[in-house]
Antibody, heavy 121, light 113 residues
Framework: QVQLVQAGAEVKKPGASVRVSCKTS????????ITWVRQAPGQGLEWMGW???????NYAQKVQGRVTMTTDTSTTTAYMELRSLTSDDTAVYYC???????????????WGQGTLVTVTS | DIVTTQSPDSLAVSLGERATINCKSS????????????LAWYQHKPGQPPKLLIY???TRESGVPDRFSGSGSGTDFTLTISSLQAEDVAVYYC?????????FGQGTKLEIK
């Protein structure tokens, strides 16, 4: 069965970086993309960006320049690194499998359980 | 950027009654070449990841109860729960995937009256 398993919670200091992992299984990794979405406390869902299995990325302007999304096809794992953290980056970060239509992500059908990243001094 | 706006922000419905949530996009999400509306609906419960309910505006995801249905085209969309069950209490989001950034609506909190 399709699974996306994310690593456990992280606590970081302002200015630091965090790398969140998303280990996938149960499907052909190269046939789908991975989308990253976050939810700050008490807020709604925010699309951060996506990556396909060949490394093509598209990032939201809000995090452009601070975020890098990568994949490791040998381990079918996706990663999201966010740099220069501030308290505004405190959130639950989700990865989601993305169907690809005409080269772009469409249906986000399976989601990881989420990783809480807390930025605090 | 396409702005997606949901209404209402919160909704209280009696068990067994109909719940209706609306979503409006700032520009059409209907792709003319394939006549598909690039819009999805998600259910989000505390402590769980979002769950895909509806995609292409009206296609129900496998395993989703048939009391959930999606409709609309272009810029105006609706999620309907035909007979509210206790387990449907959640926050519901629409999302456009027509063009990046793939924006979500602000969410609609659904409760039992």
């Amino acid at each position: 069965q399709v699974q996306l398993v994310q690593a456990g919670a992280e606590v970081k200091k302002p200015g630091a970086s965090v790398r969140v992992s998303c280990k996938t299984s149960g499907y052909t990794f190269n046939s789908y993309g991975i989308t990253w979405v976050r939810q700050a406390p008490g807020q709604g869902l925010e699309w951060m960006g996506w990556i396909n299995a060949y490394g093509y990325t598209n990032y939201a302007q809000k995090v452009q320049g601070r975020v890098t999304m990568t994949t490791d096809t040998s381990t079918t794992t996706a990663y999201m690194e966010l740099r220069s953290l501030t308290s505004d980056d405190t959130a639950v970060y989700y990865c989601a499998r993305s169907h690809i239509t005409s080269g772009y992500p469409t249906i986000f059908d399976y989601w990881g359980q989420g990783t809480l990243v807390t930025v605090t001094s | 950027d396409i702005v997606t706006t949901q209404s209402p922000d919160s909704l209280a419905v009696s068990l067994g009654e109909r719940a209706t949530i609306n979503c409006k996009s700032s520009q059409s999400v209907l792709y003319s070449s394939n006549n598909k509306n690039y819009l999805a609906w998600y259910q989000h419960k505390p402590g769980q990841p979002p769950k895909l309910l509806i995609y292409w505006a009206s296609t129900r995801e496998s395993g989703v109860p048939d009391r959930f249905s999606g409709s609309g085209s272009g810029t105006d969309f609706t999620l309907t729960i035909s007979s509210l069950q206790a387990e449907d209490v959640a926050v519901y989001y629409c999302q456009q995937y027509y063009s990046p950034p793939y924006t979500f609506g602000q969410g609609t909190k659904l409760e039992i009256k």
